[in-house]
T-cell receptor, first 114, second 112 residues
Framework: DAMVIQNPRYQVTQFGKPVTLSCSQT?????MYWYQQKSSQAPKLLFH???????NEADTPDNFQSRRPNTSFCFLDIRSPGLGDAAMYLC?????????????FGPGTRLTVL | GQQLNQSPQSMFIQEGEDVSMNCTSS?????WLWYKQEPGEGPVLLIA?????ELTSNGRLTAQFGITRKDSFLNISASIPSDVGIYFC????????????FGTGTRLTIIP
């Protein structure tokens, strides 16, 4: 009954080596979000897709990119990971962008940068 | 950006005790959500509140949307070991966009 699926759950990469994290959803939701969460902090929104429309947060570094090839899948690409990018990356979905619509989170991918 | 102030930051309680935590803001919020996050997992929605004054229960959990739209509380009755985790409040601003603002989190530890 998994609704928001993230792969891999744990990812180790080297400093500067590009990495891609994956998210898929079985809810047929229109909106998919990517959050970064560092230890003991609240999730921080990086960007979201409303259907194919990409919306970047103003303070998201250029090092972070995203792709949404279809409704079900969304990818987070980190072009040149730095030590400061080590974090939990959370994918979330919602049916619309209406602020009464709940966001459902995936289990997250924990990224380690060596 | 807008911050949600959540308190307490951490709680150490004995199994069986009741728990109370709250979230406050200087701005009006249209929705209040309470999530629980366990180590190594994503946040899981516990309760969603959509109307000022709304009081909603989910098992041993009860949450209320403050009348002023600037606060919310979450109560857990008769705590059990599996209640351990970090509890986040979150909300959408009244005239804001789809962005969900998160509180700073309350870390709950249960002492057997």
């Amino acid at each position: 009954d998994a609704m928001v699926i993230q792969n891999p759950r744990y990812q180790v990469t080297q400093f500067g080596k590009p990495v891609t994290l994956s998210c898929s959803q079985t809810l047929n939701h229109n909106v998919m979000y990517w959050y970064q969460q560092k230890s003991s902090q609240a999730p921080k929104l990086l960007f979201h897709y409303y259907d194919k429309d990409f919306n970047n947060e103003a303070d998201t570094p250029d090092n972070f990119q995203s792709r949404r090839p279809n409704t079900s899948f969304c990818f987070l690409d980190i072009r040149s990971p730095g030590l400061g990018d080590a974090a939990m990356y959370l994918c979330a979905t919602s049916f619309t962008r209406d602020n009464t619509d709940t966001q459902y989170f995936g289990p997250g991918t924990r990224l380690t940068v060596l | 950006g807008q911050q949600l102030n959540q308190s307490p930051q951490s709680m150490f309680i004995q199994e069986g005790e009741d728990v109370s935590m709250n979230c406050t803001s200087s701005s009006i919020f249209n929705t209040w959500l309470w999530y629980k996050q366990e180590p190594g997992e994503g946040p899981v929605l516990l309760i969603a509140l959509y109307k000022a004054g709304e009081l909603t229960s989910n098992g041993r959990l009860t949450a209320q949307f403050g009348i002023t739209r600037k606060d919310s509380f979450l109560n857990i009755s008769a705590s059990i070991p599996s209640d351990v985790g970090i509890y986040f409040c979150a909300g959408h601003q009244w005239f804001g966009n789809e962005k969900l603002t998160f509180g700073t989190g309350t870390r709950l530890t249960i002492i057997p």
